[in-house]
T-cell receptor, first 115, second 113 residues
Framework: DAGVIQSPRHEVTEMGQEVTLRCKPI?????LFWYRQTMMRGLELLIY????????DSGMPEDRFSAKMPNASFSTLKIQPSEPRDSAVYFC?????????????FGPGTRLTVT | SQQGEEDPQALSIQEGENATMNCSYK?????LQWYRQNSGRGLVHLIL?????REKHSGRLRVTLDTSKKSSSLLITASRAADTASYFC?????????????FGKGTKLSVIP
């Protein structure tokens, strides 16, 4: 298995522009998570999906952020409009939800720089 | 808010020595997990310990869990330069049907050859 795939790996954009991050989870996994990592705040959960349905988006910072999962093999995280404070590494992770605990498999991340 | 808090924030040891990292948390948990992150990479799952377990081993890794003290430790024995990374604890304290992990800020381990 190729693992969790994220694209792009790096994104540099200007303030006000729309940014779309993409994620392909591991085949067969039924849960997908979007995280943001910064030095100041560490790793923050933004939103997670179970069976393509958003379960908890309380971590999404503002209405500028939105996430979709149209099918089991694809998810997007969109920021519109982007701001310099959105600069961070964004990770997508997937897991197989089952009783007794589970582990999450992380993608390589997208490093976003908003100037 | 941060559930798990790792201690120390940074640790530097010589190759061959043991490394111990600690994690404290605040609420009751279903399980606790440890992850490793190499610079510029995603997190990699190392080990999961359930709330009814006290100790678990995986290769050179040993994890303990003390639910009465709400703490866990990760021991890496006979460290290698390749163990240089940040280590995070993550707690699962969600209710039935909800599977979220809350990560600490990590311990940055440097193993000097």
């Amino acid at each position: 298995d190729a693992g969790v795939i994220q694209s792009p790996r790096h994104e540099v954009t200007e303030m006000g522009q729309e940014v779309t991050l993409r994620c392909k989870p591991i085949s067969g996994h039924n849960s997908l998570f979007w995280y943001r990592q910064t030095m100041m705040r560490g790793l923050e959960l933004l939103i997670y999906f179970n069976n393509n349905v958003p379960i908890d988006d309380s971590g999404m910072p503002e209405d500028r952020f939105s996430a979709k999962m149209p099918n089991a093999s694809f998810s997007t995280l969109k920021i519109q409009p982007s701001e310099p404070r959105d600069s961070a590494v964004y990770f997508c992770a997937s897991s197989l939800k089952r009783a007794g605990g589970y582990e999450q498999y992380f993608g390589p991340g997208t490093r976003l720089t908003v100037t | 808010s941060q559930q798990g808090e790792e201690d120390p924030q940074a640790l530097s040891i010589q190759e061959g020595e043991n490394a111990t990292m600690n994690c404290s948390y605040k609420t009751s948990i279903n399980n606790l997990q440890w992850y490793r992150q190499n610079s510029g990479r995603g997190l990699v799952h190392l080990i999961l310990i359930r709330s009814n377990e006290r100790e678990k081993h995986s290769g050179r890794l040993r994890v303990t869990l003390d639910t009465s003290k709400k703490s866990s430790s990760l021991l890496i024995t006979a460290s290698r330069a390749a163990d240089t990374a940040s280590y995070f604890c993550a707690t699962d304290s969600s209710g039935a049907g909800s599977y979220q992990l809350t990560f600490g800020k990590g311990t940055k381990l440097s193993v000097i050859p």
